[in-house]
């Protein structure tokens, strides 16, 4: 894939243009402005676009985004997760891989992204953490210094999944890199005191049915149900800011609607439309979610 405006002017222009602007790091038609490009392959002129930004200091990620050369993105292009029609995982995982083998000699290549903006109706975390691990090892195997960078689902913007897999309980190290070295992604801050992050943001909710004036509870057979007793207060929910899923604490589970004037029910259909909640009222105290 070529950096686009090479077309319109001298690749050095543009990328001193970018200095000039502040810019510290960049992600990755020719024709009468750049002549040197034009006998060169395509690996060429990308390598070439590397090398000018590394000449006048601006960092790079090199970016994964599709696998046939066009324009992004839709939800089913075939482009979006592993498996889809044009989206090999077998073929993919070795490709960064190259990519972080040829360019280790370039210190201007700071990060390799993975994959941007997974998405469509085959996303899930199963197939996520199977793929995104053993590029990430590859990529990491091919090159130690560089940055890995990973993409969440739903275009990237969901990674609430991870915390149903913590890397780390300790906050530091005796001796990693250097005495005393942090754990970033810890459980504990680095004196072993406190979480980390600190924060008295809630982690789960109650469900309040204001025209009953009842909780929402959940049985053995996950049967989804309003009732008044405590029993049933400690069946906990999350949501990951407006728009995601309602989940049921301690399991796989989310709220789904399946009609209209039907009470929802739980699946494991977390994904989909029918399960993104958000709220519709002044109060954000009362939520909808819609049918495909």
Request: charged fraction near 20%; charge should be positive.
């Amino acid at each position: 894939m070529l950096a686009e405006g090479l077309h319109k002017k001298p690749l050095k222009d543009i990328v001193a243009k970018l200095v000039q602007l502040k810019f510290n790091c960049a992600k990755q038609g020719i024709a009468k402005n750049n002549p040197t490009l034009l006998n060169m392959s395509h690996a060429q002129a990308f390598e070439a676009v590397v090398d000018e930004l590394g000449k006048q200091g601006i960092m790079m990620v090199l970016d994964n985004h599709v696998s046939n050369p066009k324009w992004c993105c839709a939800d089913e292009d075939g482009n979006g997760f592993f498996k889809d029609a044009d989206f090999n995982p077998l073929e993919w995982q070795w490709g960064p891989a190259i990519v972080a083998q040829k360019f280790s000699s370039k210190n201007q290549v700071v990060a390799m992204s993975l994959r941007n903006e997974l998405r469509g109706s085959r996303q899930n975390e199963q197939d996520w953490y199977r793929y995104i691990v053993k590029g990430a090892r590859m990529v990491h195997k091919a090159n130690p210094d560089v940055l890995v960078i990973v993409s969440g689902l739903n275009w990237g913007t969901d990674l609430s999944f991870l915390r149903k897999n913590l890397w780390a309980l300790q906050g530091n190290y005796y001796l990693r890199d250097h005495t005393n070295a942090e754990e970033t992604f810890g459980i504990l801050d680095i004196n072993w005191d406190h979480l980390n992050p600190n924060s008295n943001f809630p982690t789960s909710y109650i469900l309040y049915h204001p025209e009953s004036g009842k909780c929402i509870g959940a049985n053995v057979k996950n049967e989804v149900f309003t009732s008044n007793s405590r029993r049933w207060w400690s069946r906990r929910w999350s949501q990951d800011g407006d728009g995601g899923p309602i989940r049921l604490m301690g399991s796989a589970l989310c709220l789904k609607v399946v009609g209209d004037g039907l009470p929802p029910i739980l699946s494991s259909d977390c994904l989909s439309q029918q399960s993104a909640w958000k709220s519709v009222s002044k109060s954000n105290l009362h939520l909808a979610a819609k049918m495909n």
